[in-house]
């Protein structure tokens, strides 16, 4: 079983800066990976970004070139350094943790409770 504790959510003005981080503990499979999806009210979770155990990163097109994926292997930890945030950022954002099966994205997830983002107009 995996654990995952969520940090760094809060209330931002447009334009303005927030880090998630999000520790994992409990059984840690290799290879995995970890990252950030977003549900607003109203509509489906979606992807934000991931990152690899081995730093393979993926994101969504609506956050190419304002957010950054990180992770500390040694501390099991992945950060989502959001920049530039626009309204349409809002939502509950969780952290996921996959346990990777084969060489593709697919696999056995882990979820943490959320965390709010609110970036105000």
């Known amino acids: 079983q995996v654990q995952l504790v969520e940090s760094g959510g809060g209330l931002v003005q447009t334009g303005g800066s927030l880090r998630l981080s999000c520790a994992a503990s409990?059984?840690?499979?290799?290879?995995?990976?970890m990252g950030w999806y977003r549900q607003a009210p109203g509509k489906q979770r979606e992807l934000v970004a991931r990152?690899?155990?081995?730093?393979?990163?993926d994101y969504a097109d609506s956050v190419k070139g304002r957010f950054t994926i990180s992770r500390d292997n040694a501390k099991s930890t992945v950060y989502l350094q959001m920049n530039s945030l626009k309204p349409e950022d809002t939502a509950v954002y969780y952290c996921?943790?996959?346990?990777?099966?084969?060489?593709?994205?697919?696999?056995?997830?882990?979820w943490g409770q959320g965390t709010q983002v609110t970036v105000s107009s």
């Open positions: 996921n943790y996959r346990r990777l099966l084969g060489g593709t994205w697919n696999g056995i997830d882990y």
């Open positions: 409990g059984i840690i499979f290799s290879p995995n990976a």
């Open positions: 990152i690899t155990s081995g730093g393979r990163t």
